[in-house]
C-alpha cells in the first residue's frame, strides 16, 4: 500500500530556533498534503491544507506566519515551526491524498515529535 | 460545532471481554466517509476501517466489527474477545468534501485498556 514518510520522527530544540518537519510520499503522486497536531492525550487538530503548487490554507487559530509550510512537489511537503517556543511542542502528523476521490486515497504519515526546551 | 463525537474518554476491560466504542458524526453532506483509526503508544495512525455514506452495511473483520446507522448518526466500534495488544487510543474520523479538499474531522479519542 501506500506509504507516507515524516522527517525527523523526534525533534529536541531550543526556544527560538526554527524547526523543518519534512512530508514524504513515497509511492505516489500527493495532490494534496494536511498537517496535524496532537497534543499529549489529545485528538488530532488539522493545522492546515497543503496544495501543490500554492498556499497553503490554514485552519482559524493557526498562524500562518508561525507554521509555514510549502508543498513544492507532489511528493514533498514541509512544515517549519519558525521561533520555536515550549508551548509548539506536540506531536506532528501530516498525510497525504492522491486526488480525484481524495476520501479513498488519504494516508497518515507516522509522526514527528517536537520538544522545544 | 463537534463534528466526531466520541462520548467515552477512557474505557478498561479484561481480555476476552467484549467492549463497543461509541461514535457520532454531524454533517450536513449527503456523501461523506467514517473511518476508525487505531493510535497504539507509538503515536503512528493505524487504519482499521472506511465506510461510505451510501454503504450502512455492518462490517466484521476477525475479532473487529462496526455498525453504522445513519437514523442515529452513528458508527460504533465493537472489539470481540479483547486482547491486551487492543490497548491503545481508538479514534472515529468524518471526511467531508470529498472532490476538494478531503478534511478529516477526527474524534477525541477513547483510549482502551485492555486488563490481563
Known amino acids: 500500500g501506500a506509504v507516507v514518510s515524516q522527517h525527523p520522527s523526534r525533534v529536541i530544540c531550543k526556544s527560538g530556533t526554527s524547526v523543518k518537519i519534512e512530508c514524504r510520499s513515497l509511492?505516489?503522486?500527493?495532490?494534496?498534503m494536511f498537517w496535524y497536531r496532537q497534543f499529549p492525550k489529545q485528538s488530532l487538530m488539522l493545522m492546515a491544507t497543503s496544495n501543490e503548487g500554492s498556499k497553503a490554507t490554514y485552519e482559524q487559530g493557526v498562524e500562518k506566519d508561525k507554521f509555514l509550510i510549502n508543498h513544492a512537489s507532489l511528493t514533498l511537503s514541509t512544515l517549519t515551526v519558525t521561533s520555536a517556543h515550549p508551548e509548539d511542542s506536540s506531536f506532528y502528523i501530516c498525510?497525504?491524498?492522491?486526488?480525484?476521490?481524495?476520501?479513498?486515497?488519504?494516508?497518515f504519515g507516522p509522526g514527528t515529535r517536537l520538544t522545544v526546551l | 460545532a463537534q463534528k466526531v463525537t466520541q462520548a467515552q474518554t477512557e474505557i478498561s476491560v479484561v481480555e476476552k471481554e467484549d467492549v463497543t466504542l461509541d461514535c457520532v458524526y454531524e454533517t450536513r453532506d449527503t456523501t461523506y466517509y467514517l473511518f476508525w483509526y487505531k493510535q497504539p503508544p507509538s503515536g503512528e495512525l493505524v487504519f482499521l476501517i472506511r465506510r461510505n455514506s451510501f454503504d450502512e452495511q455492518n462490517e466484521i473483520s476477525g475479532r473487529y466489527s462496526w455498525n453504522f446507522q445513519k437514523s442515529t448518526s452513528s458508527f460504533n466500534f465493537t472489539i470481540t474477545a479483547s486482547q491486551v495488544v487492543d490497548s491503545a487510543v481508538y479514534f472515529c474520523?468524518?471526511?467531508?468534501?470529498?472532490?476538494?479538499?478531503?478534511?478529516?474531522?477526527f474524534g477525541s479519542g477513547t483510549k482502551l485498556n485492555v486488563k490481563p
Open positions: 498525510s497525504a491524498g492522491a486526488g480525484g476521490r481524495v476520501a479513498d486515497t488519504q494516508y
Open positions: 474520523a468524518l471526511s467531508e468534501d470529498l472532490y476538494n479538499f478531503n478534511k478529516f474531522y
Open positions: 509511492d505516489f503522486q500527493a495532490t494534496t
